[in-house]
């Protein structure tokens, strides 16, 4: 959606290093929004993000206006469901509806080979994942990591949103992150503990509020009592009124 940083520029030199071709698309979709949502105050920095686009060799920018992707009064959409109500998709209800109807369309018009996301929406990941298999879209969906600031904190847009005061706040939920990985490290394997434990450090700002704090099958991201198979630690948190998402995706286990 624009008001890139280096997270998104990891995507764009992972299809680079991928593909003879790489097309990026910037589209702030505003059926992914709720009503009370930050569509309007969204960052939007075209300018600057096509400079960016340009220094790393991308080959075309696709930038639509609301009114060519959603034509007149459009009725049709996207439904993944079951995948679609959980984590961010029942703290925001049709947020996902709108995502998944966006990135066909996208796929339908660009008709990609692979198509390059960030692990840091996971939740989105899983659904994109599912509508692609499902709908039997021709292209392979490349999922690369997160991308960090130097002191933990996950990179993204709505970053700027905060304040001094907040930015420091935001770091718990790397912290809390840590927290769980450090569990695993030391064989433990119960999700009950390491979101006892996650839990305890982000009650620990107790001026950032929690959404969900949840260890989840990170394709079906229903939750999970044992960490032993792959599993995802995922968090949502307002810090102010700005809402931020952060995740750690463990491995499965020898047994």
């Given amino acids: 959606m624009g008001a890139l940083h280096e997270g998104h520029l990891s995507l764009v030199r992972a299809a680079r290093a991928a593909c003879d071709a790489v097309v990026v698309s910037i589209f702030v979709n505003p059926t ?3 009503p009370n949502e930050d569509f309007a105050k969204y960052p939007r920095t075209f300018g600057e993000d096509c400079a960016a686009l340009e220094r790393e ?3 075309l920018v696709f930038a639509p206006a609301a009114e060519e992707m959603y034509l007149g009064s459009a009725s049709t959409y996207v439904d993944v ?3 679609s109500e959980r984590l961010d998709g029942a703290s925001r209800p049709g947020h996902f509806r709108g995502v998944a109807t966006v990135v066909a369309k996208l796929f339908n018009i660009v008709q990609p080979d692979k198509a390059f996301f960030g692990q840091k929406d996971a939740a989105q990941v899983a659904v994109l994942k599912k509508m692609v298999r499902e709908l039997n879209f021709g292209l392979d969906l490349v999922v690369c990591p997160i ?3 130097p002191d933990g904190l996950a990179m993204s847009s709505r970053n700027r949103y905060l304040s001094a005061g907040e930015r420091a706040q935001a770091l718990v939920l ?3 992150l ?3 990985e450090q569990l695993v490290k030391e064989h433990v394997t119960s999700a009950r ?3 006892a434990a996650a839990a305890a450090v982000m009650a620990g700002e107790p001026g950032v509020r929690v959404d969900y704090l949840r260890v989840v099958n990170p394709d079906t991201l229903e939750d999970v009592a044992d960490v032993r198979d792959s599993a995802l630690v995922a968090v949502a948190a307002f810090v102010g009124t700005t809402r931020l998402i952060d995740n750690l ?3 499965a286990r020898q047994r």
């Fill in 178 to 180: 840590r927290e769980a």
């Fill in 57 to 59: 060799g991308v080959h």
């Fill in 249 to 251: 995706l463990l491995p």
């Fill in 193 to 195: 503990e390491l979101l």
């Fill in 32 to 34: 992914q929004f709720g």
């Fill in 81 to 83: 469901e079951g995948v």
């Fill in 174 to 176: 790397s912290r809390a």
């Fill in 147 to 149: 991308v960090r600031e």
